[in-house]
């Protein structure tokens, strides 16, 4: 388990740990707040994931995403 101590951003690119049904591991957030959108990079799934479970599953950052493009999660 990575603890993530970074701020995240919208549009970072993380690799999750567990692979999505269709094969992909990346994925795109999209939302931040107490729970973190997330876009699956090869099928386009979306999925709303609670803060402590994203944190969990995350792998590593892939493509961090603009600072600039909304406000950074703690």
């Known amino acids: 388990m990575i603890e ?10 993380v690799e999750m ?5 269709c094969g992909g591991r990346t994925w795109e957030v999209v939302r931040v707040g ?5 876009v699956c990079q090869t099928c ?5 994931l ?6 969990r599953s995350v792998k590593k950052f892939v493509q961090r995403g603009a600072a600039d493009a909304g406000p950074p999660a703690r």
């Open 17 to 21: 740990r567990k692979q999505h049904p």
């Open 34 to 38: 107490a729970d973190i959108g997330i």
């Open 50 to 55: 609670p803060r402590r479970d994203f944190a």
């Open 44 to 48: 386009h799934r979306r999925v709303l």
């Open 4 to 13: 993530i101590s970074a701020p995240i951003y919208i549009g970072d690119v």
